[in-house]
């Protein structure tokens, strides 16, 4: 039995030794050998990481793209690759500045560097699992729905088939600027009728019919919704268990928001099928971007057909890519053709040249035209409308540069800073299209950066922008038409145009419904706000801004005159016995004056009741006095007027433009009567 037991031990002693001696043979054979190079190369180089605290004021930021300044700091001091940890991600993502290092790792690599981050919620949820072309994996289904998008929509056989469609959406840009600008308007805001004429335009790819106005405006409003509540959607992405019960109101938002999107885009597509079994053999029929998605099955994936939410998904990315980086890229091309007059006069002469007077650019006007091209090159390269790619991953541990890079790290490129390299751009900050014409540094730039990268907005490598010729193609037509339809100019003779980027977060007032834009006089103001410096989210109002500001100005006074924070005036009283009016006031008597009632005085203020600020403009402002706010007392009158006078308006001013500028101000619940008693 000893024996037996002796023998037993001895085999499973030798079975174990082969188990291990198999074990560390094999891994010794299946490990790459990369790994062991890898594990001791250093990561690169960055600060220290934030704290804890620092992670949950970096959830909080304004923007991501606040971090460019510290980039810039890091990259002087590090060199072109450097990291640094945001608890935010798991590992510290890798920043990349250098175009020579972005060509090895994005051309030289492309397939190592290809891949995207894990998608986490809120990303999970909008991409329906990662079924879109910019989340999905490097892998079949992104290769499939890629594939598709490209061919069946981008190609540029068939981007000819919604030639008719962009004539339709320019009249309709044209016709909506010249109302804007007729009657003498001081300043015209445009960025929302780009907006508006480029969203129309990919809608229309996307459905394959021009929807009506209104239904367009839903669906922009739901994607400027997404947009606009990413930033605070993101919260999900850390620690999720404890920040969904956290944010428990904000989750549901989330949720809410994707079942509006699916209610608003399902029976669109559900349309799109029934029309394609009823028509999609007759002459005319428009196939689009959905006729595509609902056709497709994915061989790399069962031969399956995409679910509707998936459907919903790549319809919304296509909308959203599409739309603010194009008209981002528009509003600057057509913002450097205000500053720069000269430019401006040259590209007009070149239209000229190739264009009939009276005509509009056409498609194939545009090949005649290299100025034209030359100036939106320019365009892109000094602005480029994203100052990164999405963000890449690499799918299994690599060496970069003598870094190591931990599978699934986000590594990002910087496409502003390479396309403003000073090696490659002279005066890179400057904005001169001619270096894209003939003995220029940019002479026969190729923006695919397949040889080499001089600039790359639209990213370079497999994850390049699919769109890139059609929104090349929408950029040359609009500016052509624009140039040869208008004259551009600054909002006010001499103005200096404020040409500092800001990122846009999307303004929360965009998806304000027209009712209450009709009901209250904030619009007004916040148009006249949104006139002067715009609607990024980013810019205040300063306070030079207020001085061309003439409703904000009728609107404290008229605050002032209606609801004075004091009904009278502080005590005065006479230095001596004195006559008023027939009576006698005796030395030391306590004499006031009620501010508000000279404030609603009828015979100066038509219906005094009201809240009217035009009155200080209507009539030269005759009503109010010319604006100056002397018919009224708020301040208290002449001598004894508040020396402070100038500072509380001021102040008034700089808070109420403020206030507006960033906030949507509403009753608590939509039938909320306001109760305007004073107590
Ligand atoms: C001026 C206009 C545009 C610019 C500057 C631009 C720029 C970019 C950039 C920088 C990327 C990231 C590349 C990377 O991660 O390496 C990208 C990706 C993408 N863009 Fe655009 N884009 C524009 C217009 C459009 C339009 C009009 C559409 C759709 C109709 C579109 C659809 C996409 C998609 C689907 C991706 C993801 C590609 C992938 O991950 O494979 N873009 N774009």
Same mark, same amino acid.
């Given at each position: 039995m000893e024996e037996h037991c002796l023998f037993y031990l001895a085999a499973l002693a030798i079975f174990i030794l082969i188990l291990v001696m198999t074990f560390f043979i094999s891994s010794l054979l299946q490990t790459p050998p990369r790994q062991h190079k890898t594990a001791s190369l250093p990561l690169p180089p960055g600060p220290q990481p934030l704290s804890v605290l620092g992670t949950f004021f970096a959830l909080f930021r304004r923007s991501e793209f606040d971090v460019e300044p510290l980039l810039r700091r890091l990259h002087s001091q590090h060199g072109p690759v450097v990291s640094f940890r945001l608890l935010s991600f798991p590992r510290p993502p890798i920043f990349v500045s250098d175009r020579v290092l972005a060509h090895r790792a994005l051309v030289g690599r492309g397939a190592t560097f290809a891949d995207r981050p894990s998608a986490i919620d809120p990303g999970l949820i909008i991409s329906s699992n990662r079924h879109?072309?910019?989340?999905?994996?490097?892998?079949?289904?992104?290769?499939?729905?890629?594939?598709?998008?490209?061919?069946?929509?981008?190609?540029?056989?068939?981007?000819?088939?919604?030639?008719?469609?962009?004539?339709?959406?320019?009249?309709?840009?044209?016709?909506?600027?010249?109302?804007?600008?007729?009657?003498?308007?001081?300043?015209?805001?445009?960025?929302?009728?780009?907006?508006?004429?480029?969203?129309?335009?990919?809608? %229309?790819?996307?459905?394959?019919? $021009?929807?009506?106005?209104? =239904?367009?405006?839903?669906?922009? +409003?739901? !994607?400027? *919704?997404?947009?606009?509540?990413?930033?605070?959607?993101?919260?999900?992405?850390?620690?999720?268990? %404890?920040?969904?019960?956290?944010? $428990?109101?904000?989750?549901? =938002?989330?949720?809410?928001?994707? +079942?509006? !999107?699916? *209610?608003?885009?399902?029976?669109?597509?559900?349309?799109?099928?029934?029309?394609?079994?009823?028509?999609?053999?007759?002459?005319g029929f428009v196939y689009s971007y959905v006729d595509s998605l609902v056709d497709l099955e994915i061989p790399e994936d069962g031969g399956r057909k995409l679910k509707d939410g998936e459907i919903v998904s790549l319809c919304s990315e296509f909308l959203s890519a599409g739309t603010d980086t194009t008209a981002t890229a528009l509003q600057w091309i057509m913002a450097n053709l205000v500053k720069r007059p000269d430019i401006q006069t040259k590209l007009y002469e070149e239209i000229e040249r190739v264009v009939e007077k009276d005509a509009v650019v056409r498609e194939e006007d545009l090949q005649r035209m290299p100025y034209l091209k030359a100036v939106v090159l320019e365009g892109l390269r000094r602005h480029p409308p994203g100052h990164f790619v999405l963000p890449h991953t690499v799918t299994e541990e690599v060496e970069f540069e003598g870094y190591r890079i931990p599978k699934g790290t986000v590594v990002t490129f910087s496409v502003a800073e390479i396309g403003w390299d000073g090696a490659v751009w002279t005066e890179p900050m400057e904005f001169r299209p001619e270096r894209f014409l003939e003995g220029g540094e940019g002479e026969g730039v190729d923006i695919t950066g397949v040889q080499e990268i001089r600039m790359m907005p639209f990213g370079v490598g497999r994850r390049i922008c699919p769109a890139m010729g059609l929104a090349l193609l929408h950029l040359e037509y609009f500016v052509a038409n624009l140039v040869k339809e208008f004259e551009w100019m600054p909002a006010a003779d001499g103005e200096e145009i404020d040409m500092t980027e800001k990122v846009e977060r999307c303004s929360k007032r965009e998806s304000f419904p027209e009712r209450e834009l009709e009901q209250t006089n904030m619009p007004k103001l916040y148009e006249e706000i949104k006139c002067v410096v715009g609607t990024n989210e980013n810019a205040m109002v300063r306070e030079k801004d207020l001085l061309r500001m003439p409703y904000l100005k009728a609107m404290v006074l008229e605050g002032l005159r209606q609801h004075s924070p004091g009904h009278f005036v502080l005590p005065h009283t006479v230095l001596e016995k004195a006559e008023f009016e027939g009576y006698q006031i005796p030395k030391g008597v306590a004499v006031t004056f009620a501010v508000t009632k000279i404030g609603w005085d009828g015979v100066v203020w038509t219906k005094p009741m009201e809240f009217r600020p035009e009155r200080f403009l209507?009539?030269?402002?005759?009503?109010?006095?010319?604006?100056?706010?002397?018919?009224?007392?708020?301040?208290?009158?002449?001598?004894?007027?508040?020396?402070?006078?100038?500072?509380?308006?001021?102040?008034?001013?700089?808070?109420?433009?403020?206030?507006?500028?960033?906030?949507?101000?509403?009753?608590?619940?939509?039938?909320?009567?306001?109760?305007?008693?004073?107590?």
């Open positions: 879109n072309v910019t989340g999905a994996p490097y892998g079949p289904v992104w290769r499939a729905l890629r594939r598709n998008l490209a061919t069946k929509v981008l190609h540029p056989s068939q981007l000819r088939v919604y030639s008719p469609a962009r004539r339709q959406v320019l009249d309709v840009l044209l016709k909506d600027l010249e109302t804007k600008s007729s009657g003498g308007a001081a300043a015209v805001v445009v960025m929302e009728s780009f907006r508006f004429a480029v969203f129309s335009l990919l809608a %229309f790819m996307c459905f394959g019919e $021009r929807l009506d106005d209104e =239904k367009i405006r839903r669906i922009a +409003s739901l !994607q400027r *919704e997404l947009l606009s509540n990413f930033v605070s959607f993101s919260v999900f992405a850390v620690y999720p268990k %404890f920040t969904k019960l956290l944010f $428990r109101s904000r989750w549901k =938002k989330l949720l809410d928001f994707r +079942s509006k !999107q699916e *209610e608003t885009y399902v029976p669109l597509i559900d349309a799109r099928r029934n029309l394609l079994l009823r028509r999609r053999w007759e002459d209507e009539r030269g402002g005759r009503e109010g006095g010319g604006g100056d706010g002397h018919n009224q007392g708020p301040e208290g009158p002449r001598q004894r007027i508040s020396p402070t006078i100038g500072l509380a308006l001021l102040k008034l001013e700089y808070f109420v433009a403020n206030l507006v500028k960033e906030f949507e101000w509403k009753p608590t619940t939509e039938e909320e009567e306001i109760n305007m008693t004073k107590k």
